[in-house]
């Protein structure tokens, strides 16, 4: 069976640990390399990954093609409104067509449904490049960033700010398989999903649930946030008056720990859910977060191929 990186608790802690570990050892082995030069070793030269993009993308786009390059391989980029899928081809047929063609699919849509069928009918590794219900891949990223920073893991105190979306739902089972704690300030009604609370919990993990954006943030090590409307949402001028307290400003800020870090997985919105001050103050490691899409997906992909 392929080895499929759907979310986060397909691969698991000691998997995540090995990825963590093993991107940092490649990034650190890059130094001053050109960024398209494969690795000494190369480890997926003649592999071949197959992105399908239903949602628009920069980073996950252009992290992805670089990994790809880096280990030694090459990509295909499939957008849906040039490939058969706009049609109306099936994604069962897709995956097993894609499957006789290339090595593995990365794929980033709208309903995490489509992700699940991609999998049950493709016969190479599919990853799972983003969906309503989680983004694994950043939060690889993310938890590299943090490791990079000398933050060890357990015990980390996170706290989020904002929407409950996606993003927040893959901080919560990294926080389960992990060992830190997750403290989330929401507007009432915009809560993050149960279930990834739930699993958080089970695997020993401290959550907190709050309306109060400073209760979320004091004391914390880390303070994350993301667009307040979501890609594909319509422009909502309620729910943006609802997020409005809990901006990512210099007041919120000052209630966390002095040598606190600020993640935000990109675009941002300045003025909006981050302000100008934050985003570019040495507290942020938005930039580093950005560029560690590549360095932790190569060991996604790794993964996914039996390497780690």
């Not at 397909?10 to 890059?30: H, L, Q, S, T, Y």
């Not at 493709?122 to 891949?137: E, F």
């Not at 893991?153 to 990294?174: F, K, M, R, Y």
């Not at 990109?266 to 560029?291: K, Y």
Request: charged letters at 20%; proline letters at 4%; a negative charge.
């Amino acid at each position: 069976m392929p080895r499929n990186f759907l979310d986060l608790s397909d691969a698991g802690g000691d998997a995540i640990a090995a990825m963590i570990n093993d991107a940092m050892d490649r990034k650190a082995a890059r130094a001053d390399r050109p960024k398209g030069a494969a690795d000494n070793d190369a480890p997926l030269a003649g592999r071949v990954l197959a992105m399908i993009f239903e949602k628009n993308s920069t980073r996950t786009r252009v992290s992805f093609d670089m990994a790809m390059r880096q280990l030694g391989g090459s990509a295909i980029v499939m957008e849906s409104g040039t490939t058969q899928l706009g049609r109306g081809e099936s994604l069962a047929d897709t995956a097993r067509v894609l499957s006789r063609m290339v090595d593995a699919i990365m794929i980033r849509t709208d309903d995490h449904g489509k992700v699940e069928e991609m999998a049950r009918h493709a016969t190479v590794p599919v990853i799972n490049g983003l969906t309503d219900r989680s983004h694994p891949c950043q939060i690889v990223a993310d938890l590299l960033t943090i490791v990079e920073h000398g933050k060890p893991l357990p015990g980390l105190e996170v706290a989020w700010v904002g929407d409950g979306n996606n993003v927040l739902s893959s901080i919560l089972e990294a926080a389960g398989l992990m060992k830190f704690n997750v403290r989330a300030g929401t507007p009432e009604g915009y809560e993050p999903e149960p279930e990834f609370v739930q699993m958080a919990r089970a695997g020993g993990a401290n959550v907190t649930l709050t309306h109060d954006a400073v209760e979320a943030v004091k004391g914390a090590d880390v303070v994350v946030t993301d667009t307040w409307v979501s890609m594909g949402q319509e422009h909502a001028v309620g729910k943006l008056a609802a997020m409005a307290p809990f901006q990512v400003n210099d007041a919120l800020m000052s209630h966390a720990k002095p040598d606190a870090m600020f993640l935000h997985c990109l675009p941002a919105h300045i003025g909006d859910e981050v302000t100008e001050s934050v985003f570019e103050s040495a507290q942020s490691a938005v930039f580093d977060e950005a560029e560690n899409r590549i360095h932790g997906q190569k060991s996604v992909l790794l993964w996914c191929f039996g390497a780690i």
